[in-house]
């Protein structure tokens, strides 16, 4: 597998630290808000990357952090009367509704800013013994940029022209740098503002400081992948790195993965130009399985365009994958039981060479789009190669197929029918009187129909309850 490195800016061959095992930490959302549909651009590629990975048997450990303290999420507290906690807490839950209908994997861990303070507090108190950051006089700690020579690595960015581009940025309150390349760790309460104690100053951490401590604490000092949109590259991964390596040195992160930003009909998002979607307003017009598919359908570097054309595009797209998978589910219930003719187990060869195919777009740096391209050559095989004369075993090999590759982009193409609570019944009073007339066999055959089904029955002494897994 080859992955696009942004510290090199190249393509370099992917060697995890430890054999079998990736650990990967992609930067989350700042929760005050719906994420939008840009925001659910790295949660689907990078959730697709991992997948990808699970599928070549690597065992990943996938951190993704909640931002639950930040300028943002405190301003709209201070509107709506409330502790800031109550925003963020909303969000996090509105945000986890999203991720699941995108079908984005729950994380190994998503740690909260909030909760690791005292983990952060730590890594200040290090650098600041180190020599790397320092304390001014309101309480306020910089790191101390020109300490860590390696800075601008990431970005390619050159320290001093850094410095000159820094000198126009100075604000108010920033005074107090010793240089303006110095960025914040730990800044002092305002009124208004929630805080905690720290030998400094009561007051709360600055932004970079979180993913630095949370990927350490969650991964170890040296991990395999760092991700999340471009925008992040400067200043924030930059400042990681710095605040990372100089407190625990050792490299950071071994490669650098970054997704380039979505655009709506070629414009940059923005909610003043009303160009803006949250994915819940997505949701309300399409199934998110198609945003997703959308998401997927460019390389996860290239620029991508949202239109409502392109999203139409898409739904045709997967629906040409689902109704492939619903053809072959149609012809399975009378297809007949008998071995594989010598055709047929030639065409299970052929149709093996759109995995291979597959396989070969995703090792090239996750190539969603030619991935797709190669499930979509495969429907068309299987579109041509199938029909109602096919056994079982050829139908249902190339059903798996198609359903393994969509389900490695994290994409649903089998729809399974949800059985009616009347059926249901039915069926377990079939059960009942096939036991009584001594029928073990048939009654035995319900009950596995129903738990296929994920129905679990219990006899009790009422008689026969069921309930839903
Ligand atoms: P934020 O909540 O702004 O920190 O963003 C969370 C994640 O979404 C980060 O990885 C951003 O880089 C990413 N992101 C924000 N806007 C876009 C966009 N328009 N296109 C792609 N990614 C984005
Ligand atoms: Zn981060």
Same mark, same amino acid.
């Given at each position: 597998?080859?992955?696009?490195?942004?510290?090199?800016?190249?393509?370099?061959?992917?060697?995890?630290?430890?054999?079998?095992?990736?650990?990967?930490?992609?930067?989350?959302?700042?929760?005050?808000?719906?994420?939008?549909?840009?925001?659910?651009?790295?949660? *689907?590629?990078?959730?697709?990357?991992?997948?990808?990975?699970?599928?070549?048997?690597?065992?990943?450990? =996938?951190?993704?952090?909640?931002?639950? !303290?930040?300028?943002?999420?405190?301003?709209?507290?201070?509107?709506?009367?409330?502790?800031?906690?109550?925003?963020?807490?909303?969000?996090?839950?509105?945000?986890?509704?999203?991720?699941?209908?995108?079908?984005?994997?729950?994380?190994?861990?998503?740690?909260?800013?909030?909760?690791?303070?005292?983990?952060? *507090?730590?890594?200040?108190?290090?650098?600041?013994?180190?020599?790397?950051?320092?304390?001014?006089?309101?309480?306020?700690?910089?790191?101390?940029?020109?300490?860590?020579?390696?800075?601008?690595?990431?970005?390619?960015?050159?320290?001093?022209?850094?410095?000159?581009?820094?000198?126009?940025?100075?604000?108010?309150?920033?005074?107090?740098?010793?240089?303006?390349?110095?960025?914040?760790?730990?800044?002092?309460?305002?009124?208004?503002?929630?805080?905690?104690?720290?030998?400094?100053?009561?007051?709360?951490?600055?932004?970079?400081?979180?993913?630095?401590?949370?990927?350490?604490?969650?991964?170890?000092?040296?991990?395999?992948?760092?991700?999340?949109?471009?925008?992040?590259?400067?200043?924030?991964?930059?400042?990681?790195?710095?605040?990372?390596?100089?407190?625990?040195?050792?490299?950071?992160?071994?490669?650098?993965?970054?997704?380039?930003?979505?655009?709506?009909?070629?414009?940059?998002?923005?909610?003043?130009?009303?160009?803006?979607?949250? !994915?819940?307003?997505?949701?309300?017009? =399409?199934?998110?399985? !198609?945003?997703?598919?959308?998401?997927?359908? $460019?390389?996860?570097?290239?620029?991508?365009?949202?239109?409502?054309?392109?999203?139409?595009?898409?739904?045709?797209?997967?629906?040409?994958?689902?109704?492939?998978?619903?053809?072959?589910?149609?012809?399975?219930?009378?297809?007949?039981?008998?071995?594989?003719?010598?055709?047929?187990?030639?065409?299970?060869?052929?149709?093996?060479?759109?995995?291979?195919?597959?396989?070969?777009?995703?090792?090239?740096?996750?190539?969603?789009?030619?991935?797709?391209? $190669?499930?979509?050559?495969?429907?068309?095989?299987?579109?041509?190669?199938?029909?109602?004369?096919?056994?079982?075993?050829?139908?249902?090999?190339?059903?798996?197929?198609?359903?393994?590759?969509?389900?490695?982009?994290?994409?649903?193409?089998?729809?399974?029918?949800? *059985?009616?609570?009347?059926?249901?019944?039915?069926? *377990?009073?079939?059960?009942?009187?096939?036991?009584?007339?001594?029928?073990? $066999?048939?009654?035995?055959?319900?009950?596995?129909?129903?738990?296929?089904?994920?129905?679990?029955?219990?006899?009790?002494?009422?008689?026969?309850?069921?309930?839903?897994?």
């Amino acid at each position: 597998m080859r992955v696009y490195n942004t510290l090199s800016k190249k393509k370099e061959d992917f060697v995890p630290i430890k054999e079998g095992e990736v650990n990967m930490y992609v930067c989350g959302p700042t929760v005050y808000n719906l994420i939008h549909i840009g925001n659910a651009r790295p949660m *689907i590629v990078f959730d697709t990357a991992r997948r990808y990975m699970e599928h070549k048997g690597y065992k990943v450990n =996938y951190v993704s952090n909640f931002t639950d !303290v930040d300028d943002k999420i405190i301003k709209k507290a201070n509107e709506e009367g409330v502790d800031p906690s109550v925003i963020s807490e909303r969000y996090i839950a509105e945000c986890r509704k999203d991720m699941e209908g995108l079908n984005v994997k729950t994380a190994t861990v998503h740690p909260k800013a909030t909760e690791e303070i005292d983990g952060m *507090i730590e890594m200040i108190r290090t650098l600041i013994d180190k020599g790397h950051a320092y304390v001014a006089k309101d309480g306020t700690v910089y790191f101390k940029t020109r300490s860590f020579k390696d800075y601008g690595k990431l970005s390619h960015k050159n320290l001093d022209d850094l410095r000159s581009g820094a000198r126009s940025l100075l604000v108010s309150g920033e005074d107090q740098k010793e240089d303006p390349l110095d960025f914040v760790l730990w800044k002092p309460k305002k009124e208004g503002e929630p805080y905690w104690e720290s030998p400094w100053c009561e007051g709360r951490p600055g932004w970079h400081i979180e993913c630095s401590v949370m990927s350490r604490k969650y991964l170890g000092e040296e991990i395999d992948i760092h991700a999340g949109g471009e925008d992040l590259i400067f200043p924030h991964h930059e400042n990681e790195i710095a605040q990372s390596e100089a407190a625990n040195g050792k490299q950071f992160a071994k490669y650098w993965l970054h997704n380039a930003f979505l655009n709506i009909d070629n414009k940059k998002m923005s909610k003043s130009a009303g160009n803006f979607f949250t !994915v819940r307003d997505i949701s309300e017009k =399409y199934d998110l399985q !198609v945003l997703r598919f959308f998401m997927l359908s $460019a390389h996860y570097r290239s620029p991508l365009n949202f239109s409502a054309d392109l999203m139409e595009a898409a739904k045709n797209g997967l629906e040409r994958i689902t109704s492939c998978v619903g053809n072959l589910n149609f012809m399975l219930d009378k297809a007949a039981d008998r071995e594989l003719t010598d055709e047929e187990r030639e065409t299970l060869k052929q149709a093996e060479a759109y995995i291979a195919k597959f396989d070969e777009a995703m090792d090239d740096d996750f190539n969603t789009a030619d991935a797709i391209s $190669a499930i979509f050559e495969l429907v068309k095989f299987v579109n041509t190669h199938a029909d109602e004369q096919s056994c079982k075993a050829l139908l249902q090999a190339l059903k798996e197929e198609i359903v393994m590759l969509s389900d490695i982009c994290g994409l649903i193409v089998e729809k399974k029918e949800e *059985i009616l609570d009347a059926d249901i019944e039915a069926l *377990i009073r079939e059960r009942q009187e096939a036991r009584k007339a001594k029928n073990f $066999a048939r009654a035995d055959e319900i009950r596995d129909t129903l738990a296929a089904q994920g129905i679990i029955l219990e006899d009790t002494r009422e008689g026969v309850k069921w309930k839903r897994a």
